[in-house]
């Protein structure tokens, strides 16, 4: 059996201790020398394991102040995509389907939780969507503000946090297509229809409105095959069942 590398078991020591001592976020580890001395390695090794938990986003080194433990995000895989996925224009593709599976298996849940306010912020988001479209102007943020704020009701942190990762990858990879194909128009229209499905109040309507916004979608990436078809989660549409 080979030999676990000397920066690969301090990782591992380090993470032990995070569990075992039940660290959160934003509390701090003990100064090096005596986490090195609790953890039987050596100060060097500690070093490179601290630098290997700080680039996938485990652990954050304060200026002056110490050793952190860091809120979970996704930034670190976002940074760390290889130039080989982030050129590749089947990736781009294959990331759109699985987020299309995502937002319309859980778009039907949204409806019993949707609040005046959150229509009157989606509302605001596609009026800004709609008065960019008419100039020619894309609306990226405004575009990423909807989603967040379309799922917000369900509450869920981990969803949030997907969602954004997928928003930050497909963004970053649409970024080496060909714009001219986009219809800022349509975009913005699809916004309308979503909106408008749900201040009618139906799952259906909603997630057939999400439908119809990815279905486009597809079809300007890939213009010479049809959309493919998201298979029903069971948590969709149908979510009310």
Do not use: C
Request: net charge negative; charged share 20%.
């Amino acid at each position: 059996m080979a030999k676990v590398p000397v920066h690969r078991q301090a990782q591992l020591a380090i993470r032990r201790f995070i569990e075992e001592q039940h660290l959160q976020p934003g509390d701090v580890l003990p100064p090096e020398a005596q986490l090195a001395r609790d953890m039987g390695i050596s100060r060097l090794s500690l070093r490179e394991g601290v630098k290997s938990l700080e680039a996938v986003g485990i652990l954050e080194a304060r200026q002056g102040e110490g050793l952190y433990v860091k809120a979970f995000s996704f930034d670190s895989i976002v940074e760390n995509l290889p130039y080989s996925f982030a050129t590749d224009g089947r990736s781009l593709r294959d990331l759109l389907q699985v987020r299309t599976a995502l937002e319309e298996g859980l778009v039907g849940m949204v409806v019993a939780r949707t609040t005046p306010g959150q229509l009157a912020q989606l509302e605001a988001l596609v009026a800004k969507m709609l008065a960019k479209a008419a100039t020619g102007r894309t609306f990226e943020d405004e575009n990423r503000e909807f989603h967040r704020v379309l799922y917000a009701p369900l509450e869920n942190v981990f969803l949030d946090r997907l969602v954004g990762l997928f928003w930050e990858v497909f963004h970053r990879l649409n970024a080496t297509a060909d714009m001219s194909q986009w219809n800022l128009a349509q975009t913005a229209h699809d916004h309308r229809a979503i909106v408008d499905a749900l201040r009618a109040g139906t799952a259906t309507q909603v997630t057939a409105a999400m439908h119809a916004h990815f279905q486009q979608i597809h079809a300007r990436l890939n213009p010479e095959q049809p959309a493919p078809v998201v298979a029903d989660l069971g948590f969709g549409a149908a979510g009310q069942r």
